[in-house]
């Protein structure tokens, strides 16, 4: 990860790039500023109940999938005493939580949903204005021919071996480039919302199919953090890239155009 | 009847509309929740406003099968009457003592406000009213979930009981603990609305809000105020205080 190409120096770069669209730049560090409110903010409710399930329920008296040791919150035993509901033994149980746990979540849930409403915005105008302008079809649309097996592999080992052509302010964008955009915009960030509304009880009242496609309250939200966690690789890997090809000056085709 | 009062919500959210348009910035009439200039109210009320315009009133909220019950844990106030609780209620948790110690023989539901029969129920008065048993799910603001089955009177009949205006535009719950809590017309007569005096077949557990809790269940647990005492039915918004969702630094609807 040492050597990394000079732009001016890359023959095999194309040699100019257009840089990037006013409203493309416009939404990027849009959707930055939410995507880093949303994470902190979702963080925060996470550490609240730090355990994940599948299907509808899931709490502390009930095991889970995967405990996350991002708060001291799970305290089953610190639980009062287990009573059955039913007269069978092995059903479920009621009991009472008897210490005070770390909770946030009056800023927390409401600074998320704020931030959710402000980017689900930007990526309606961005996504718009991206199929209307041939944005999309033209930077971002992968053709199927570059989707042989064979040519992105190549790209990925060009990647690990940093010998990729070096990004130019804007695009086009490379083969591997394109694809991860892409499904960051049109897989990623809408599994976000929909797995988010998921969770949404006066959004599943009446659309209940929701609750069906995910498996149930718990496992959309598992899905919900799994996707982001994904995402967080891409914000690391994205950031990384543009570290190597030049922060300040892909900072500034972002921000100014050129 | 029922179109008239339903008419009355829905010309409130026609009026919202405009400010939803507006980020719901302004939200200074009476009949939306008050922001007092913090961003994240507004954000909260921007998704009210949103949830009444796009989403049916009258959806119902899934309800499982008996075997679907899940463990519940019990939150929050467990027992009012404990003065180390967090929101133990100086005014009213000596009382719930003396009630838990009579197994609720003396204790009465107050219903006042906008009503016109203002009165009290006991708890054998409201068992004989109309009934409603459904196995829903409880999902807090935490992030857990659980199933349980509740069974209890529609707060539509209580209300109705008491002569309910039609220029109602809120239903409060006050508590033996610290909260209180309130919803809109069209969650007070949403149909799953009840006040459940019945868990799993059995008495509502004191830990669960015994006698009386509420049941909203197209909106996060915490709506659903346990251990009520008094229901007020009011013709605008009160923020109910300290005690209160937006007091304490909550949103209020949480519908999601």
């Given amino acids: ?258 | 009847m029922t179109d008239k009062r339903i008419s009355i919500p829905r010309r409130t959210f026609i009026r919202g509309m405009g400010a939803s348009a507006g980020v719901a910035v302004a939200g200074c009439s009476k009949t939306d929740p008050p922001t007092y200039g913090n961003l994240l109210r507004m954000g909260d009320n921007l998704t009210y406003k949103t949830h009444r315009l796009l989403l049916p009133e009258h959806s119902l909220a899934r309800e499982y099968d008996y075997s679907d019950i899940s463990s519940v844990p019990a939150i929050g106030t467990t027992n009012p009457a404990d003065s180390n609780q967090l929101l133990f209620n100086p005014e009213h948790g000596q009382a719930y003592e003396h009630l838990l110690a009579g197994t609720f023989a003396d204790w009465r539901l107050t219903v006042e406000g906008n009503v016109a029969k203002p009165g009290t129920f006991t708890l054998a008065d409201l068992k004989r009213m109309t009934s409603r048993t459904q196995i829903t799910r409880h999902t807090c603001e935490e992030g857990w979930s659980a199933i349980a089955q509740w069974t209890g009177v529609p707060l539509r009949a209580v209300l109705e009981a008491c002569g309910m205006q039609q220029d109602a535009k809120f239903v409060e719950f006050h508590s033996y603990d610290a909260i209180a809590d309130s919803v809109d017309m069209i969650d007070a007569l949403h149909p799953q609305t009840i006040l459940a005096y019945g868990m799993n077949g059995r008495d509502l557990p004191t830990g669960h809000g015994a006698p009386l809790r509420l049941r909203v269940e197209r909106q996060l647990g915490y709506k659903s105020v346990k251990f009520i005492r008094k229901i007020v039915v009011a013709n605008d918004f009160g923020d109910l205080g300290k005690g209160g969702p937006i007091g304490a630094g909550w949103a209020w609807y949480v519908g999601m």
């Fill in chain 1, 1 to 258: 990860m040492a050597e990394v190409a000079v732009p001016s120096n890359d023959i095999d770069a194309p040699a100019d790039s257009d840089g990037h669209l006013r409203w493309v730049r416009v939404c990027h560090w849009i959707v930055v500023a939410g995507f880093f409110t949303l994470a902190v903010s979702g963080i925060f409710i996470l550490m609240v109940y730090p355990r994940l399930h599948w299907g509808e329920v899931g709490n502390d008296l009930m095991p889970s999938i995967l405990d996350l040791p991002i708060s001291g919150n799970h305290r089953p035993d610190e639980y009062g005493t287990t009573t059955q509901f039913s007269a069978t033994a092995g059903g479920p149980v009621s009991a009472n939580r008897n210490y005070e746990i770390f909770n946030q979540n009056g800023w927390a849930r409401s600074l998320h949903f704020l931030a959710a409403w402000l980017l689900v915005a930007t990526g309606v105008i961005y996504v718009t204005a991206g199929l209307i302008s041939g944005h999309v079809r033209r930077d971002l649309l992968p053709r199927i021919k570059e989707l042989a097996p064979g040519a992105m592999w190549r790209d990925f080992k060009a990647h690990l071996r940093t010998q990729s052509k070096a990004a130019l302010g804007g695009p086009p964008y490379g083969l591997l480039q394109k694809l991860i955009y892409f499904i960051v915009i049109f897989v990623a960030l809408p599994l976000m919302v929909i797995t988010g509304l998921s969770m949404a009880p006066a959004i599943t009242a009446p659309f209940p199919i929701l609750l069906d496609v995910f498996g149930g309250y718990q496992s959309a939200r598992t899905i919900h953090f799994f996707c982001f966690a994904a995402l967080l690789l891409f914000v690391i890997a994205h950031v990384v890239m543009v570290v190597m090809t030049g922060f300040w000056k892909q900072v500034r085709a972002m921000t100014l155009g050129k």
